[in-house]
């Protein structure tokens, strides 16, 4: 009798920690576990800041389910891949100030980012003066 | 593109971004007046004052707003004095600034004698220069409008605006294209010689503001005059020879052609006006 006690106490123990384990690792949080964007360099540098960093980078993600999944600048779009689930490709870019890319599935979900960081070769900026320097009427 | 350490050596044609430029001209030169008995104003001291931000600007007089189409196109929303009313001022910028010539001599062909007061003809009339300082008072007008300047390759640069009065004073427009071309020397780096000539085009209205001659003149009606619209034309050559980081030699000579309806009035005596100035820029 004793021992049926502890086998139903212990199976309602394990149901309970079962369930709790499905409540904490949610198909949400599992993915962002999974899931990865890697770009390679995360940095540019510019010749002052505001100008655009072209440059060729290797972007690498990986996500558990093949799916189509595409890659956003803020809300532009730089590429899409169909019923991928690990991609490793050079990308030519053109980026002005550091930017955050987001790797995001067909409902515009976010799988994964990563931030390019640009710098300016020089802390000072300079523009073009419009008037000579020195004028008398 | 630049690089940086041109960038930064060049303050002629670049500024930094979020400072203020304070530099001054040492040197001798003048500024002619073409006005019969205009003061010339002798140029000393050449103060400059200017500030970059990212689209706003001041410079030596110039306020402006501008947008960079792109690195060779700048659209500019700008407002400065109109320099038209400088030959009539005692009190402009450089008359305040620099210490005044002394008084440009009289060379009316009257007064001094009794036949001054036998009748003069229509014609007579007409033909007698009328000195600035028997005028009536041409007040200085603000103008705002649009700047486009294009830099175009090999250092060229063309500027266009158009500007109207924004101070009720002659109430109508005036606009100008200037081109400037840049030579550097690969054998004498701090030196650089600029050219420019531009054409200034002025309203009927502008020209009978300062030019004209009407009854609020106090004159004779014979020597009443209404010019019509024109284009006064500038060609000027600058010179800039960098000699440390803060100091510059620099010589600059710019010549104006007044347009014709300019130089018919009577208040007028040179068909030209001309500046001059040879000395050293510090900037702090």
């Known amino acids: 009798m004793n021992g049926n006690k502890h086998l139903k106490l212990l199976s309602y123990l394990s149901i309970y920690i079962g369930g709790l384990m499905t409540f904490v690792i949610t198909p949400t949080s599992l993915a962002n576990t999974l899931n990865s964007l890697v770009v390679s360099p995360n940095t540019c540098i510019v010749n002052k800041l505001g100008d655009v960093c072209r440059k060729e980078l290797t972007i690498k993600w990986k996500t558990p389910i ?9 809300h532009r779009k ?37 931030t390019i960081v640009v710098n300016g070769a020089t802390s000072t900026r300079f523009r073009r003066r419009l008037r000579a320097d020195w004028s008398v009427f | 593109m630049e690089s940086s350490l041109n960038l930064s050596h060049d303050k002629v ?48 007089g110039v306020l ?93 640069m063309v500027q266009l605006n158009l500007l109207t009065d924004i101070s009720g ?24 010689i600029k050219l420019s000539t531009s054409v200034d085009w002025y309203s009927e209205k502008l020209a009978n503001y300062y030019y004209g001659i009407s009854d609020k003149d106090n004159q004779m009606s014979a020597s009443y005059y209404s010019p019509t619209s024109g284009n006064n ?36 005596s040179e068909n030209t006006s001309n500046i001059f100035f040879i000395g050293a820029m510090y900037n702090f």
């Open chain 1, 66 to 74: 093949k799916a189509n999944y595409c890659l956003y600048d803020k």
């Open chain 2, 13 to 60: 044609n670049f500024a930094e971004i979020g400072q203020w430029n304070f530099s001054v001209g040492i040197g001798i030169g003048k500024r002619t007046n073409p006005l019969f008995d205009g003061k010339d104003t002798p140029l000393y001291l050449l103060p400059s004052v200017s500030y970059y931000g990212e689209n706003i600007y001041f410079d030596d």
């Open chain 2, 233 to 268: 034309i500038t060609v000027g050559l600058t010179a800039n020879y960098q000699l440390s980081n803060k100091w510059r030699a620099a010589l600059t000579y710019r010549t104006t052609s007044l347009g014709s309806s300019i130089t018919k009035s009577s208040m007028v």
């Open chain 2, 169 to 192: 004073v002659y109430n109508s427009i005036n606009g100008q294209v200037k081109v400037e071309k840049t030579w550097h020397f690969p054998t004498l780096k701090p030196l650089s």
């Open chain 1, 78 to 114: 730089i590429k899409c891949w169909v019923n991928q689930s690990n991609i490793s490709e050079s990308l030519l870019v053109s980026i002005k100030g550091t930017t955050t890319l987001t790797l995001k599935d067909e409902k515009k979900q976010m799988m994964a980012s990563t």
């Open chain 2, 64 to 156: 402006g707003y501008s947008y960079e189409v792109s690195p060779q196109l700048y659209i500019s929303a700008i407002t400065q004095l109109n320099a038209h009313a400088a030959n009539f001022s005692q009190w402009h910028p450089g008359n305040f600034l620099l210490p005044s010539s002394s008084q440009a001599s009289n060379n009316l062909p009257v007064d001094d004698k009794s036949d001054s007061y036998f009748p003069l003809t229509s014609e007579e009339v007409a033909d007698t220069p009328i000195s600035v300082s028997q005028l009536s008072k041409r007040l200085w007008a603000l103008d705002a409008g649009i700047q486009v300047n294009y830099f175009a390759f090999q250092n060229m």
